[in-house]
T-cell receptor
Framework: NAGVTQTPKFQVLKTGQSMTLQCAQD?????MSWYRQDPGMGLRLIHY???????DQGEVPNGYNVSRSTTEDFPLRLLSAAPSQTSVYFC?????????????FGQGTRLTVV | AQSVSQHNHHVILSEAASLELGCNYS??????LFWYVQYPGQHLQLLLK??????LVKGIKGFEAEFIKSKFSFNLRKPSVQWSDTAEYFC????????????FGGGTRVLVKP
C-alpha cells in the first residue's frame, strides 16, 4: 500500500540547474497537488491538477512547471533553480476534486539550491 | 483575501499540561476543516476533520477540535499532552468558494518537555 511516493528525498542543485521532482500515487485519486513548506509560512500551493490533462496554478507557481499525462503521476519541474526555491516540497493527492476529501501526502523532498 | 491563521507559532508545554491551538479562517460559505500533524522528519498526517454535523470533532491520539461557525474558528485541543505530541500542527481549510483548494495556516510548533 504505497500511497503517495515522492523521489528524490534529498537534492542539492546549483543555481540555474534544472530538475524534476517525481510524484506518483496508486490510489486512483483525481486531485493532485504540489506544496512547498517554508518555516513560519505553512504549506503553500504551487500547482494542482483535478485530473489527467488538467493543471492549474496555485499560490506560488513562478519558477515551476507541471504536467499530468496520467492519473498516477504529477511531476514538478524546476526550469532554472534559484536559491529562493530552497524548501521542502510535498506532493499530495485527494480522491475527489469537487468534494473536500482527506489529502494524503508524500514523504517530502528537501531541496537545497546553492 | 481568503486565509487561514494560526495564532501561535511556538508553544512549549510540560507533559500532562493541556493544549489548545487556535485556528481562524476568512472563507465565506461552506467550509471543510482539517488539522494535520507533522512529527519531526515526517510527512503530514491527518489528525481530524470536520465536514458537517456535530461541531465537536474527535480525532486520533486524544485530540479534538471545535468548529464555531460564528467565530470562523476551529481550535484544536488535547487535555493532557505527552512528550510524543512534540510536532508541528497545521490547520487547513477547503472552501468551495475558493475552488476546493486545500489551504494551510502557518503552523504551530509544539514542544512538550518531559
Amino acid at each position: 500500500n504505497a500511497g503517495v511516493t515522492q523521489t528524490p528525498k534529498f537534492q542539492v542543485l546549483k543555481t540555474g540547474q534544472s530538475m524534476t521532482l517525481q510524484c506518483a500515487q496508486d490510489m486512483n485519486h483525481e486531485y493532485m497537488s504540489w506544496y512547498r513548506q517554508d518555516p513560519g509560512m505553512g504549506l503553500r500551493l504551487i500547482h494542482y491538477s483535478v485530473g489527467a490533462g488538467i493543471t492549474d496554478q496555485g499560490e506560488v507557481p513562478n519558477g515551476y512547471n507541471v504536467s499530468r499525462s496520467t492519473t498516477e503521476d504529477f511531476p514538478l519541474r524546476l526550469l532554472s533553480a534559484a536559491p529562493s526555491q530552497t524548501s521542502v516540497y510535498f506532493c499530495a493527492s485527494r480522491r475527489d476534486p469537487q468534494r473536500a476529501t482527506e489529502a494524503f501526502f508524500g514523504q517530502g523532498t528537501r531541496l537545497t539550491v546553492v | 483575501a481568503q486565509s487561514v491563521s494560526q495564532h501561535n507559532h511556538h508553544v512549549i508545554l510540560s507533559e500532562a499540561a493541556s493544549l489548545e491551538l487556535g485556528c481562524n479562517y476568512s472563507y465565506g460559505g461552506t467550509v471543510n476543516l482539517f488539522w494535520y500533524v507533522q512529527y519531526p522528519g515526517q510527512h503530514l498526517q491527518l489528525l481530524l476533520k470536520y465536514f458537517s454535523g456535530d461541531p465537536l470533532v474527535k480525532g486520533i491520539k486524544g485530540f479534538e477540535a471545535e468548529f464555531i461557525k460564528s467565530k470562523f474558528s476551529f481550535n484544536l485541543r488535547k487535555p493532557s499532552v505527552q512528550w510524543s505530541d512534540t510536532a508541528e500542527y497545521f490547520c487547513a481549510v477547503v472552501s468551495k468558494a475558493a475552488g476546493n483548494k486545500l489551504t494551510f495556516g502557518g503552523g504551530t510548533r509544539v514542544l512538550v518537555k518531559p
